[in-house]
């Protein structure tokens, strides 16, 4: 891509050299691409993978949902992403997050194994897990302000807030609107619209 | 060239049209302004519309692009379908900037999206094109492009032009009303000035002032007006003074100038009329010195055939047949001079060409008191008078000789007093009156007491020469005479009068009277006479009808009784008897035929007539049909028109007169070549002829008239049979029918009968 750009750069400057005010001016198109590419670098690297989508998915979803109220503390400016259990995403989410901010505030990534050692976070990952595994965690979090989102079909009607599907190579969201609300989550309509959302199913 | 005709327009119009027009420039200036400010507005609504738009579309997009969803970014550019003015829309990812989703109105293949442009608002081709980047919670997410129709722009545009168009309209027409009342703030006080100025060039009279009641610049212009006036009529008033005394001197030296030439023209003309007369008179005028002639004029020479270089200077012995005549001419004028003071005298003078003319020469002095300055002498030539007077003389004589010695009394009256004045010697000795007598008598004493006042009436009323008519005249003796009178106008003795010529025409009056009664007894023997003679005829011909009628009964017993003797007793008779028996029976068929065509004849005319309209045609062929057996017989051929006429007439008469004439033809029929007989008409002005042609022996035209009458034959009985009696019935019908017959005929070849009838009354006759 960078190749590309410098390439064309380079030919449209052999093309008309010109002043480069003048440059800027008359190929704003361009520089707007090349801005909006640098933007979204880590998605240049990342074409297919299927949990880089998965990773930048947070903070595109954080986009769409207001955490309740109090969440974030002023002195704490940090945005925490726990992955529960066995990471999938290898050095993915360092590599998106590096010097990137959700919410206006930078991020931070955190591995756990038991639930126990869950720190204070907003968003917590939990790979595909066995249900009843689940029911202990959501048993911890307990009414906490904390995202939970299953990389599981199913897993929003069991309880998480959130579930990951894929439909036609396509990631896809299961939300369990009722459940999120009633833990003080907002969600943007527009996600809404084209989420799944279930119901908490009591077993 | 528009600039002049603009000059010489009215001041009314150029105001009202500069009005107009600086009314027109501001409206269209403001509509203008108006109409880019509102388009303007427009725009700026579409855009923001059209931004709007994109937000909205673009918010709800946020998700599926974020995630990639173009199913879903479908679905939202679908309901785009709700605005119809969006004709295309596609959306750009953020990641890749592709076109993740795309929707048109209407579905066109070939319309290509174009690539992901920065943000902005483009106007192009009627469409507005949107390049709208997309953030949500400043991140971005993406772009959206529309493609919006400007239709309502174009109509906005249009609907501004309609309603410009009708607004300049309306302040045309109410500027036009404004401005032509308002001009005349401006144009009144300027054209009563023109038109003071234009009367004033004509009256001349400067004393008017103009009134004005504004301080403005018309004000101004009125008073310097005023001014001017002023200054012109102080000057006007000083100049009349100067002229009035200028010309009074001139009319005093006008009036000089014209009475002195007035006495030169006077003087003039007297000498020219003295000038003209001398040379124009008629009569000879020349000025005499110790009777020679010094000065003469053309006539002078003319009357004396002379020219007048002949005469001038030579004395006027010349003109006198001799020495004697000569002295005695000078001795009577100037001795009559000396007395007068002017003399004339008769006498004779020689021509150049030797004939003697008569004049009357008169002389006066020029100078009264001075007898050597000459004499004025005037020659007046009267030769034609002299011999008229002759003529007259001679003409008088002979008159006065037919007068009266003429055979027939005349007499010559006064118009006025009817006094006799004249009477010739045929007249005294016709009236017993002596020639006193009558010159004391007037007109009126010549008629009877009756006719005294007649006469003086008319005689008043007689002009030229006039036919007076018959009159009564008493002679001496009283008896009375009858006279026709013609008189004429006639001066005699200087008098009006008319001349009578009478001539006496007693005898001729008694002669005719004893005519007219011989007349009158001839009339009446005649009418008696007739009288008796219709009567006779009448009686005539009821006894002829009654002979044949009571023959028949006595024939018919002849004429049965002998042939019954001839069949049964032929046998008992000798050659002799039998031979009287067929003469007997003969002669009884003859006379039987003769009666029937007598009482035929006397029939005629004794019955009504029932006459109607007939169709010749139809009768014709009555009739042929009775001949029809005996024509065959002979072989004739028998030829009718088929468009004989429908006369009116009656039907029997007719009948009769075709019978007799064919049956005429029959008999005289020639016997070497068929009988041919034809029946043509012919329609004349006086109404129809009928020609009845036969080619038989033919009639001797010494008999055409001959045999229409009764019993009258050409041929023996022997050989050609017959009464006499046909053609005479023919005559009769025809001139019962009111028409003639006659014939025309050639001996040997044939004849002709052609009878002549009136036109129908009621129908014009047409061939049926």
Known sequence: MHVWIENYIQIKMRKKPAHTIHFLSEHFNLVLIILIAFFFEFDLYSQTPEYEVKAVAFEKLSLFIDWPPNTFNETNDQFVITVFGQSPFGNILERVYNGHKIKDKTVKIVYIKDIRDLPECQILFIPEIKKNELKDILDFINNKPILIIADKQGFAEAGCFISFYNYEDKLHFEINQKAMESAGFTIDYKLLRVSKIVNTTIE | MKRFVFKNQAIKTKLVLIIMSTSFIAVIAALITYISFDMAGIKNDLKKNALLNAELVGQYSVAPLLFGYSDEARDILSKLYSIPDIQDACLYSALSSEIIASYQKTPDKSFVFPSLQNESIIFSKGYLHIYHVITFKEKYCGAIYLKISAIALKDRFQKNLLVSGIIIFLLFLIVYFISSRLQKLISVPILKLAEVSENLSISQDFSNRLYYSGNDEIGILYQQFDNLMFQISQRQIE???????????????????????????????????????????????????????????????????????????????????????????????????????????????????????????????????????????????????????????????????????????????????????????????????SSDELLSMSLPDLYPPEEKERIVELAKTLQSRAYVGEWHHIRKDGSVITIIVTSNDLEYMGRECRIAVIIDITDRKKAEEEIQKLNQTLEYNVAERTAQLVSINKELESFSYSISHDLRAPLRAIFGFSQILSRRHRESLNEEGRQYMDYIVEASVRMEQLINDLLNYSRLGRKSLDMRPLSLNKIIDTVYADFKQRLEEIQARFAVDNDLPVISGDESLLRQIFTNLIENAITYRRNDVPLEIGIHSETVSEGYLLKIVDNGIGIPREYWEKIFKIFQRLHSEEAYPGTGIGLATVKKAVSLLNGTVWVDSVVGQGSTFIISLPPNKNQNGKPS
């Open chain 2, 239 to 433: 100049r009349d003074i100067a002229e009035a005394k200028l010309n009074t001197t001139n009319e005093q030296l006008h009036i000089e100038l014209t009475e002195r030439k007035q006495r030169e023209e006077e003087l003039k003309q007297s000498e020219g009329t003295i000038r003209s007369l001398f040379a124009a008179a008629p009569v000879g005028i020349g000025i005499l010195k110790d009777r020679k002639q010094t000065s003469i004029n053309s006539y002078w020479c003319k009357i004396l055939g002379y020219t007048e270089e002949n005469l001038l200077g030579k004395s006027t012995r010349m003109l006198y047949e001799n020495d004697n005549e000569w002295n005695r001419i000078g001795e009577v004028l100037y001795t009559d001079l000396k007395g007068k003071g002017i003399s004339s005298v008769e006498s004779r003078m020689i021509r150049s060409d030797g004939t003697l003319i008569y004049v009357i020469l008169t002389i006066a002095p020029i100078q009264q008191d001075n007898p050597s300055s000459g004499y004025l002498g005037i020659i007046h030539d009267i030769t034609g008078r002299k011999k008229a007077e002759e003529a007259l003389r001679i003409s008088e004589e002979r008159y006065r000789f037919l007068f009266e010695q003429n055979p027939v009394p005349m007499l010559i009256y006064d118009r006025n007093t009817f006094k006799l004045l004249a009477i010739n010697e045929v007249f005294i000795n016709h009236y017993g009156y």
